[in-house]
């Protein structure tokens, strides 16, 4: 356990404070690889730094330890164990200031869904498969 | 016979008569003699018409005797093919009754296969969207990682341009990582549709060398998100425990998924059940802290034991009671709301893991709370 922590904490630190940092959250670990590709660029330039969990315990922990770094949240809603809703609800309730931008990402775009992450207080909905160009525009419209 | 019986005394007579006419002093003399003579001949005549009398008597009785016993044959004959008739049509009507019981039955067996299918079918529809949910995330990145290669072949080429090697080489490396996930979501996604197939059809019931932990995952995958997409207040903590020393085992693989996915899918609705019970009975403020005290959680755990293998699936559901855990095996038992289980699943289940893979398939209330179900099956 304390040698899955250690590795957690290792794990979540952001590399550069100026960077605009975002936190990924999704089950499917092949999301890390996918967002660094996808963001090659950017991330050679060090204009953004993804840090990745992979369940809502795990982000809370991150979240926990390095609270003000993240500025964008990305989390997936069906994960095993804590729910995107549930982290998104936590995250919404600690007020940490300035609030990070939570954009939900899912496979069930239905309106339910959307509902739920709208009352809980996200600031996006985005429905899997990404569309990695929307994406890129806004993330420049938070940085600007 | 009257000749017989006259005769002696037609002649005595005859024969006195002449004699008193002829020999007078001669008949005179014996005359004694002619009169018994006569008597004798007339005591003779009775006594052969009395035997007559006698014989033709018990003629008559005789006959009489043959006529009753005709009589009775004759009464015999016909009761005898009344009773042939009464026995055909009796016959006839067993014949028809057991023709129809026979319908019944090959009626009831087509319309058993039938729900078996049906039931199969039921838990292919409570897992479509755990398979579509499941289909859909290895497509997605094998749609992005084909993107990116593209994208990075581009860069590649420019990069070879400049004749930069060290970018190149990341790039191909990249690229080669890629194509590797590409495959790998590829066959995931291949994996799911085998599996969705295998399940839906009929079994052949051929038995192949099956890794037990992959397929216990890749269900416990499917039942989670099948269950999440139609109940999206639904939420479980799921763990895992896989014992790596098992070596692929014979097995009927869609039929231990079948079996595997219906203790699951029984979990599942075990812990939902209990945190709507507890719901129901927080009051609202209480239910919406922070820290909910029940986690609904669901356990699945393999284990190489001596010869056999244990494939064990835990919930801390609301558990069952002792008089549930005796009938829970029998078909269309079914503890769930009507309309909600056809009570065949656990049924079936044991069926296919005693009967067809020699196995046991055991329930044990947790202690605390929840039940376990263990599937043994020999290696």
């Not at chain 1, 290792?10 to 670990?29: A, G, H, P, Q, T």
């Not at chain 2, 801390?316 to 038992?333: D, H, L, M």
């Amino acid at each position: 356990m304390k040698a899955k922590v250690l590795h957690l904490l290792s794990f979540c630190r952001f590399k550069n404070r100026k960077d605009m940092n975002i936190l990924v959250v999704d089950d499917e670990k092949d999301i890390q690889p996918l967002f660094e590709q996808r963001f090659r660029k950017e991330i050679k330039n060090g204009e953004i730094n993804f840090v990745f969990a992979y369940s809502g315990e795990e982000a809370l922990e991150c979240l926990q330890d390095y609270k003000h770094e993240a500025v964008l949240i990305l989390s997936d809603i069906n994960m095993p164990g804590m729910s995107g809703f549930e982290l998104l609800d936590k995250i919404k309730q600690k007020n940490h200031k300035p609030p990070p931008v939570v954009m939900m990402i899912t496979a069930y775009g239905d309106d339910e869904n959307y509902k739920q992450a709208m009352q809980l207080g996200a600031d996006d909905f985005l429905t899997k498969p990404v569309d990695f160009a929307d994406l890129k525009e806004k993330i420049k419209n938070i940085n600007g | 016979m009257y000749l017989l019986a006259f005769a002696p005394y037609v002649v005595v007579s005859i024969i006195s008569d002449l004699a008193q006419v002829i020999v007078t002093d001669f008949y005179n003399r014996w005359e004694s003699y002619f009169g018994n003579t006569l008597m004798l001949s007339i005591i003779w005549l009775v006594a052969i018409l009395f035997s007559q009398y006698r014989q033709q008597k018990a003629a008559e009785k005789e006959r009489i005797k043959r006529q009753k016993e005709d009589e009775i044959n004759r009464a015999i004959a016909i009761r005898k093919v009344e009773l042939e008739e009464l026995v055909a049509e009796r016959t006839a009507e067993i014949t028809k009754q057991k023709e129809e019981l026979e319908q019944t039955l090959s009626e009831l067996k087509a319309t058993q296969t039938q729900l078996i299918q049906s039931e199969k079918m039921a838990s292919l529809g409570e897992l479509t969207a755990g398979i579509a949910h499941e289909i859909q995330n290895p497509l997605n990145f094998v749609n992005n990682f084909s993107e990116i290669s593209t994208e990075l072949l581009d860069e590649l080429k420019e990069e070879m341009q400049k004749g930069n090697s060290e970018e190149t080489e990341a790039i191909t490396n990249d690229l080669k990582q890629n194509l590797e996930k590409i495959i790998h979501h590829g066959k995931r996604a291949d994996g799911i549709v085998k599996a969705m197939l295998q399940h839906s059809r009929s079994s052949s019931g051929t038995k192949e060398p099956t890794d037990i932990n992959a397929l216990a995952d890749e269900y416990l995958r499917l039942a989670y998100h099948g269950l999440r997409a139609k109940d999206k207040s639904f939420n479980a903590t799921l763990k895992t425990d896989f014992d790596d020393a098992i070596s692929k085992i014979d097995v009927v693989p869609q039929e231990i998924g079948r079996v595997v996915l219906n203790l699951l899918t029984n979990a599942f609705y075990a812990v939902s059940e209990k945190k709507k019970q507890l719901a129901k009975n927080l009051p609202a403020e209480e239910s919406q802290k922070e820290q909910s005290p029940y986690t609904p959680t669901v356990l699945i755990s393999t284990k190489k034991l001596n010869g056999k293998v244990e494939i064990k699936i835990s919930d801390n559901g609301k558990g069952i009671s002792e008089a549930e855990v005796e009938k829970i095996f029998q078909p269309f038992y079914t503890t769930k709301p009507s309309g909600k289980g056809t009570g065949l699943g656990l049924s079936m289940s044991y069926e296919i893991v005693t009967k067809e893979h020699g196995g046991q398939l055991k329930v044990e209330n947790n202690e605390g709370e929840g039940v376990t179900f263990t599937v043994i099956l020999p290696v």
